[in-house]
């Protein structure tokens, strides 16, 4: 018999329950204990949706983040809260928010980890973690309340309850020394803690043990690959027994090195690493089970469940009762339930399936090899019907589209001239000051905006009168860009409620769920648009808007979008053709915007890629990969237009060293850029690297409610001027400023104009 189990399950809510509650809370309009009784009520009944599973996971809910929880555990508490005598939970929403504002907290979903605990990525996944801090003195001890409590109610509930902990290596690989002293050097004296939990368990009368060791995905040296073989030496006496879950990609060179270790059983991500799967059969011993996910955790299409069974009977005929099957990873990162979706169109939805459906479809998969194909008939030739709709529906396939997709040669992301010949042609066009003043793209979004745009979709406000609302704000930017003295304007982006939905909602092959939200970093979620098919642009999608804001100033007006590579990274994609094969198209319908742009005179266009970062793979070796095919996704979106028109690109991260050459390579005239945070320390990337064409290094930190004095913005202009010359430098803020308020925007701005005069003056 095939075992099935999970690895995790979204803990936000079908309907956003703990993140309504938690904000409720965080407001001081319900009690700890109002809050205490939504996470308990969730875990039953997330639970009770997995009751037909033979084994289920517990201690996967965090009110904030599994991470920090697991930080709680070990008693790895950073140095602030140590001694902070209140309530553990309390505690934890310290380390995670720290006394930040509530709208720094709204911006870290775009812009990368910025709230007051230091957060970042997990893995690949655009789920954020609060980062366990060390330092050479760090010392662990025992907290097994949370743990305890939660198997306690899965008992109760009486469904078979498998803890999931991150494992040890992994733990210390997610971390941060704040000394930078040796993570590793830790390991001695965290064994001990982890050997007591498992003995905690075992007395508790748990028999099997997830631990989550998902490093083994990425590439190790020498010193971390031991560490794991310590780790499980170390571990290896316990009265548990341990599933070992590797997630998000191939496990290569450290197939072998899992495989041996003294563990009880290893899960592989089928999904990104199908090839592991045949080859850790092999490889592990008899006493140990293999468990095969074979469900995207991940992604919101249905399941192949044939032509999956098709590989995983084999397998479980050599395995028999060794063969565990789950989802790839945790289903943390999919939407809970397709049922709510009433108003998606029919068709497409029948190609779906959230967590909930996977559930559905990892019971079918266990039938059909316990018990036979017949058994399951039914559930079977229904999912093969779904699945050949998919594949032969004229919607997701677009012959225009892929014929244009064949014509795409190198010409086409190349410019006509090289950049000095483009920038002399440019100047004398735009005809700006040195130290040129721009802004990001957003203006704040006002009550009024958000209301305008609720009423709009709803019904309530008719299409004209919602176009004057509009344009009277565009109005309002421009007159306040050009009371500041601004060189280069925006229309402020009133109209778009989010720089990917916007577009994706103007272009064919893309759809949109109601209740498809997913846990970005504590209570915070978001709603990725769902790229289904191939992408077309029936018409332009920004022109108007910034034909209109044109009009309004002599000023240049910097047309606005989203670059391919970001819509594609911030949609759940198609997992029929490659991802590079979605952003070529993407990229191609870009550029008809762009052309569009400059065809109706826009002179500068700015094609923001914000997550284009994001995107990398975990592995090293694979980043060329797709440096290559991002970057020229952009190129093709970019590149089309005359020498006079002048291409800017926005990023907002502080990590630049690693991937600056490729963002040359993207040949934008200009692009923009996070640094004021780290007081231009970004800027050290041009010391090894000279960025050839013009660079503005954000002086203005937009997640802060801070007003940047015009002293601050001279010292880190002349700053980064001591690395680029002051001729390819622009003077501009951090990010858009749609989250902050036009009280602290304008002040700030002011004092960037101020600066940026100064600058000039003191040439
Ligand atoms: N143009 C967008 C804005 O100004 C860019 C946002 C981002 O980079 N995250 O809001
Ligand atoms: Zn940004």
Known sequence: MATTHNLGFPRIGANRELKFALEKYWKKESSRDELKAVGAHLRERHWKHQSRLDLVAAGDFAFYDQVLDMSFTLGNLPERVRGFH??????????????????????????????????????????????????????????????????????????????????????????????????????????????????????????????????????LDTQWRDAFVTAYDALSQRRVRLLLATYFGQLQENLDLACKLPIDGLHIDAINARDDVGAAAKLLPDSSVLSVGAINGRN????????????????????????????????????????????????????????????????????????????????????????????????????????????????????????????????????????????????????????????????????????????REITRAVKEQEALGLDVLVHGEAERNDMVEYFGERLDGYAFSEFGWVQSYGSRCVKPPILFGDISRPKPMTVEWTRYAQAQTRKPMKGMLTGPVTILNWSFVRDDQPRSESCRQLALAIRAEVLDLEEAGVRVIQIDEAALREGLPLRRAQWDGYLRWAVEAFRIAANGVRDETQIHTHMCYSEFNDIIASIAVMDADVITIETSRSNMELLEAFDHFKYPNQIGPGVYDIHSPNIPSEAQIVALMTKAAERIPRERLWVNPDCGLKTRQWDEVIPALRNMVAAAHTLRASA
């Open 300 to 471: 919101i299409w249905k399941t192949d469940l044939n032509a999956t069974l098709d590989w995983l009977e084999p397998l479980h005929a050599s395995l028999g009762d060794r063969l565990w099957i789950a989802p790839s990873c945790s289903l943390l990162h999919t939407p809970v339930d397709l049922a709510s979706e009433m108003k998606l169109d029919a068709e497409i939805r029948s190609w779906l399936a959230f967590a909930l459906q996977k559930l559905d479809e990892l019971d079918v998969l266990a039938r059909a090899l316990n018990d036979g194909r017949a058994s399951v008939a039914d559930a079977l030739a229904c999912n093969a019907a779904a699945i050949a709709s998919r594949r032969a529906s004229s919607r997701v396939h677009n012959p225009a589209v892929k014929e244009a997709l064949t014509k795409i040669d190198a010409t086409l992301g190349q410019r006509a001239s090289a950049y000095e010949t483009r920038a002399q042609k440019q100047a004398a066009m735009l005809a700006l000051p040195a130290y040129p003043t721009t802004t990001i793209g957003s203006f704040p979004q006002t009550n009024e905006i958000r209301h305008a745009r609720r009423q709009f979709r709803s019904g309530q406000l008719d299409a004209t009168t919602y176009r004057a609302a509009m344009e």
């Open 86 to 219: 209140g309530d553990a939970l309390d505690n934890a929403f310290r380390v995670a928010r720290g006394g930040s504002s509530e709208s720094a907290e709204e911006h870290a979903a775009c812009c990368e980890g910025v709230a007051a605990g230091e957060m970042t990525k997990w893995f690949d996944t655009n789920y954020h973690y609060i980062v366990p801090e060390f330092d050479a003195a760090t010392q662990f001890t025992l907290d097994t309340s949370r743990l305890v409590e939660q198997l306690g109610e899965a008992r109760a509930l009486g469904v078979n309850a498998k803890p999931v902990i991150i494992g040890p290596v992994t733990y210390l690989w997610l971390g941060k020394a704040k000394d930078d002293s040796d993570k590793l050097a830790l390991l001695p004296r965290l064994l001990p803690v982890y050997a007591a939990l498992l003995d905690h368990f075992a007395a508790l009368g748990i028999e099997w043990v997830q631990i989550d060791e998902p490093a083994l995905v990425t590439e």
